[in-house]
């Protein structure tokens, strides 16, 4: 069976590439099951250039496919911002609760029509002496002033959708069906599908 490297330490998105890439004949690994996996330093102005960053680092590193994620959360109040800086946003240790409380102290006093924000994904496709290429994805919704829900990753609890539930009120598998992540990785069929031949194909 083909493999493919997921170039990410993340483990809620290391969860949802799982159940993702399930209909792909492909073995999938990530950087949490590699021993040694490198730190890639995130030094790009877009989601784009930091997947290709770690994306080839991952694919020369390994020798092999790599796929890498950078996504983020973009807050029209606050001008774009986390953005790139998402993981980061309250501090290099990467605490999601300190992003959130920091996201909310941040938006007090804004009121709901202005809390409008979206999630992006950028997802890169690395392989040894190949052309590396990207796709995106994104998802519209508003932030909350506190947080709902129990699942998914990240800022999910205060990500409020069009209907009423936070991201973190779904289930895996809605989830899956609506994401930036599943938006962007549905762009990526075509080109996955032809890359590992029809036998690629469950
Ligand atoms: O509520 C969320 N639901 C999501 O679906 C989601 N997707 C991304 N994010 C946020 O954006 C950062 C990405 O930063 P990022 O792409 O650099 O990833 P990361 O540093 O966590 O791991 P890695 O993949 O780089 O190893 C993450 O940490 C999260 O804070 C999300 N939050
Ligand atoms: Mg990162």
Same mark, same amino acid.
Do not use: W
């Given at each position: 069976?083909?493999?493919?490297?997921?170039?990410?330490?993340?483990? +809620?998105?290391?969860?949802? /590439?799982?159940?993702?890439?399930? &209909?792909? =004949?492909?073995?999938?690994?990530? /950087?949490?099951?590699? =021993? #040694?996996?490198?730190?890639?330093?995130?030094?790009?102005?877009? /989601?784009?250039?930091?997947?290709?960053?770690?994306?080839?680092?991952?694919? $020369?590193?390994?020798?092999?496919? @790599?796929?890498?994620?950078?996504?983020?959360?973009?807050? *029209?109040?606050? #001008?774009? &911002?986390?953005?790139?800086?998402?993981?980061?946003? @309250? #501090?290099?240790?990467? $605490?999601?609760?300190? $992003?959130?409380?920091?996201?909310?102290?941040?938006?007090?006093?804004?009121? *709901?029509?202005?809390?409008? @924000?979206? /999630?992006?994904?950028?997802? @890169?496709?690395? &392989?040894?002496?190949?052309?590396?290429?990207?796709?995106? #994805?994104?998802?519209?919704?508003?932030?909350?002033?506190?947080?709902?829900? =129990?699942? +998914?990753?990240?800022? *999910?609890?205060?990500?409020?959708?069009?209907?009423?539930?936070?991201?973190?009120?779904?289930?895996?598998?809605?989830? $899956?069906?609506?994401? !930036? &992540?599943? !938006?962007?990785?549905?762009?990526?069929?075509?080109?996955?599908?032809?890359?590992?031949?029809? =036998?690629?194909?469950?």
């Amino acid at each position: 069976m083909a493999a493919v490297l997921i170039a990410t330490k993340n483990k +809620g998105k290391a969860k949802e /590439f799982a159940a993702l890439f399930s &209909r792909f =004949e492909l073995e999938v690994k990530t /950087f949490l099951d590699m =021993e #040694g996996a490198p730190d890639v330093e995130e030094t790009g102005k877009t /989601f784009e250039e930091n997947a290709i960053l770690k994306a080839e680092a991952a694919a $020369n590193a390994y020798g092999m496919m @790599a796929i890498a994620d950078d996504s983020g959360l973009m807050i *029209d109040a606050l #001008g774009g &911002r986390p953005g790139v800086y998402s993981a980061r946003y @309250a #501090g290099k240790e990467k $605490n999601d609760e300190a $992003n959130i409380d920091k996201v909310l102290s941040e938006l007090e006093g804004v009121p *709901d029509e202005k809390r409008t @924000a979206s /999630f992006y994904c950028a997802l @890169a496709v690395a &392989r040894p002496g190949k052309e590396t290429f990207t796709v995106s #994805g994104t998802l519209q919704g508003r932030i909350t002033r506190e947080r709902i829900g =129990e699942n +998914g990753f990240g800022y *999910d609890p205060i990500f409020m959708l069009p209907s009423g539930k936070t991201l973190a009120q779904l289930s895996a598998e809605e989830k $899956n069906k609506i994401s !930036h &992540r599943a !938006h962007a990785l549905a762009k990526l069929s075509d080109a996955l599908y032809s890359i590992l031949g029809e =036998e690629g194909k469950k």
